[in-house]
């Protein structure tokens, strides 16, 4: 039985944390107690096989994608308020001297605000929370290109065109099966929400939609449109997959702003 | 060329250069990216770990705490998106069923990604408190005060993490032929 103490001396051998005197006692300890030996050189082998594991290069276009993204996230702070870079040193300075400036923004947001949400309550129909055939229909008017992607696997072909417009995004999807496949569109919940979602011709069945989630059934060839809106600036992961009764035949994930 | 010290870059971030965001991405996009490979396994989704918590990285550095070290507050932040990341997928991350054989070639490379893959897999099937604190010690070689800063725990519970997942690895290590009982 190896109790605490001599366990954690073990492990500290292991990672190199021992001081000379440690080390020594730890030595005696271990030619006593062939228990204690035989952990200590399993501890140590292991040791050496992780040493082996060496780290991989990321993606090349990795870097690229993430300087993009901080590009437009930067961009759209310096849109939003001439006071970002200032307010971007908060925390790194004495928090004191910012406090009259806070108390006065507070009360004027107040004052603002009020006045913005009652004139906002006569002008505006809220329909964030309708999907599907509720919701006001989106059109596709003013979106904008950002990629497609075309697939042809087995008995489905189609595609996925992704367009902007401000902060909403539209997938175009295209899905053409000889027989019945399984269609399923993700996306993060924390990223986007669905505005809105529409099939252009009939002849699609169990239609779901769940939290983060459209999965309907497509036989022939049909076009839908998902309407989803950034909660976040830089929008997200969008993921289709394709499934007919043999498996999976068509998955694809792209980062609806970056379009990587 | 020399890198210049974290605390300057930050500095010129804060102050609007996204020339110095650059050159923090281009120092951590290797250990960022890696310690969300070891955490997920996918690199696909390993890289799109890496780019929202580089964004995160982005947005919060001004809020940073100067008081500890940058390298940990990034850990801390790509393995809270791995978590996160984890969490809404509820992965069952799949990896090959077939269990290398106990010979291996004497190929010394060929012993090194052989290795390197069962590791990777068996990594895997640990508890995933265990696992980080194992990826950060034996593949980002941080301390036991690092670690303890990055998962927000004691070092006591670092310690015992450790002492837990390294037994675990070993023993799906023994049942993958890696080594002998």
Redesign the interface.
């Given at each position: 039985m190896i109790d605490d103490r001599h366990r954690e001396l073990i492990n500290a051998s292991i990672d190199g944390q021992l001081s000379e005197q440690e080390r020594e006692y730890l030595g005696q300890y271990l030619a006593a107690n062939p228990e204690a030996k035989v952990l200590h050189d399993q501890l140590t082998e292991l040791s050496r096989a992780l040493s082996v594991v060496s780290h991989t290069d990321p993606p090349p276009q990795l870097r690229e994608s993430i300087l993009r993204t901080v590009r437009i996230k930067h961009g759209e702070q310096e849109r939003r308020s001439p006071i970002f870079r200032w307010t971007a040193t908060f925390g790194t300075r004495n928090r004191f001297a910012f406090a009259y400036v806070f108390s006065a923004g507070i009360i004027l947001g107040v004052a603002l605000s009020a006045v913005i949400w009652n004139l906002e309550r006569e002008t505006r129909f809220d329909d964030r929370d309708l999907t599907g055939t509720l919701a006001t229909p989106p059109t596709r008017n003013g979106y904008i290109h950002v990629e497609r992607k075309d697939f042809a696997e087995g008995i489905v072909q189609g595609s996925l065109e992704i367009r902007r417009a401000g902060n909403s995004i539209l997938a175009d999807l295209v899905v053409n099966s000889a027989e019945e496949v399984e269609v399923i569109t993700q996306y993060n919940e924390n990223e986007m929400r669905l505005t809105g979602f529409r099939h252009v011709q009939e002849g699609i069945s169990d239609i779901a939609v769940s939290e983060g989630r459209v999965q309907f059934k497509n036989k022939g060839d049909n076009q839908y449109l998902l309407f989803l809106n950034d909660r976040e600036p830089v929008g997200g992961m969008l993921h289709l997959r394709i499934y007919s009764a043999t498996g999976l035949l068509v998955e694809y994930r792209t980062n609806v702003i970056s379009g990587k | 060329m020399v890198e210049r010290p974290d605390e300057e870059i930050i500095e010129e971030c804060?102050?609007?250069n996204?020339g110095a965001?650059?050159e923090l991405?281009?120092k951590y996009?290797?250990?960022m990216?890696?310690t969300a490979?070891r955490m997920v396994r996918d690199?696909?989704d390993a890289?799109?770990i890496?780019?929202n918590a580089?964004?995160k990285v982005?947005?919060r550095?001004?809020?940073?705490?100067?008081q500890h070290k940058f390298f940990s507050w990034l850990y801390r932040i790509v393995v809270n998106e791995s978590l996160n990341f984890l969490k809404?997928r509820k992965v069952t991350i799949p990896h090959d069923e077939t269990i290398p054989s106990t010979t291996l070639q004497p190929d010394a490379k060929f012993?090194?990604t052989e290795?390197?893959q069962v590791?990777?897999e068996a990594l895997l099937d640990l508890p995933v408190e265990q696992r980080i604190v194992?990826i950060l010690?034996?593949?980002h070689n941080l301390s036991?005060r690092e670690i303890s800063n990055v998962v927000e725990v004691s070092e006591k519970k670092v310690?015992s993490r450790?002492?837990a997942g390294?037994q675990g690895?070993?023993k799906l290590?023994t049942q993958r032929g890696?080594?002998q009982i």
């Open positions: - | 804060l102050r609007g996204l965001f650059e991405v281009q996009e290797k250990v990216y890696n490979l690199p696909e890289a799109d890496t780019q580089f964004l982005f947005e550095l001004g809020r940073y705490d100067r809404a012993h090194q290795t390197t590791v990777e194992l010690r034996h593949f036991y310690k450790l002492f390294r690895l070993r290590l890696l080594f």
